[in-house]
């Protein structure tokens, strides 16, 4: 075994073991790579369907959406688990008429509710609470979506944050960019606050997964002098 694996190797391995998707998925992610457009991708989109189907998620909201990749993978997950509602939420007038075709296209168009406009201030006066949140805003905007998550995420529910790696910035002890350091604070506040559980998943640009948690967690308690630590 080699002594330290080769990181696009790996995503490439992880990539090709994506079962065989539709032609106009396909022809998504060919778009995405002419005009560096940035999706999700194959792995993590995988990884998202995946992730929605465990939980039985039939309410999803989707904060910051292009041109409907990511949605595809979500509403199939909704479809499966006996249907509901993905929320669609871009600035672009554009984008949102291309997510359109391409997700009638997919036959998953009726799953959709579009909306144009700013992403966080939708998720605040959306109705209801949702099964999961999916954050691909811009970065510096990551630690200020997290109140508003937190309102709208029902108990029990998953949020998925992409690019948690950040292309590799958040490593970068000299990177202090609004973007990177938006990254970090999120996965700080995630990762330290009982009232989450998380984990990072490296897939693609790395996707941070949490759950929220069902009630107050019990506190711990004290550990009697001596005892061995767990």
């Known amino acids: 075994m080699p002594d330290a694996l080769d990181w696009i190797q790996v995503q490439r391995y992880v990539s090709a073991l994506v079962p ?3 032609e106009e998925l396909r022809e998504m992610e060919s778009y995405a790579a002419a005009t560096s457009f940035p999706i999700v991708g194959p792995a993590a989109g995988q990884a998202c369907y995946l992730i929605a189907r465990i939980l039985g998620a039939r309410r999803v909201f989707e904060l910051g959406s292009g041109y409907g990749y990511s949605t595809a993978w979500f509403a199939r997950a909704v479809r499966e688990n006996g249907g509901g509602e993905v929320f669609h ?3 672009d007038e554009g984008l949102s008429a291309g997510a359109r075709r391409h997700l009638a296209a997919l036959g998953l168009g009726d799953l959709v509710r579009y909306h144009v406009g700013e992403a966080v201030e939708a998720l605040r006066h959306a109705e209801g609470r949702f099964d999961l949140i999916f954050n691909d805003i811009d970065k510096q905007g990551y630690p200020d979506s997290l109140p508003v998550i937190e309102e709208k995420l029902r108990p ?3 949020l998925i944050v992409d690019n948690a790696l950040w292309h590799g910035r958040v490593l970068d002890g000299d990177d202090g960019s ?6 970090r604070e999120l996965t ?7 009232g989450w559980a998380t984990s990072l998943l490296p ?3 790395g996707l941070l997964v949490a759950l929220r948690a069902t009630a107050e967690p019990s506190p711990r308690p004290p550990r ?3 005892a061995p630590r767990a």
């Open 224 to 226: 009697r002098a001596g």
């Open 178 to 183: 609004a973007a990177t350091r938006g990254v």
């Open 89 to 91: 939420v871009v600035w």
């Open 203 to 205: 897939i693609r640009d």
């Open 156 to 158: 029990g529910g998953v």
């Open 20 to 22: 065989d998707r539709d």
């Open 188 to 194: 700080r506040r995630l990762t330290r606050d009982a």
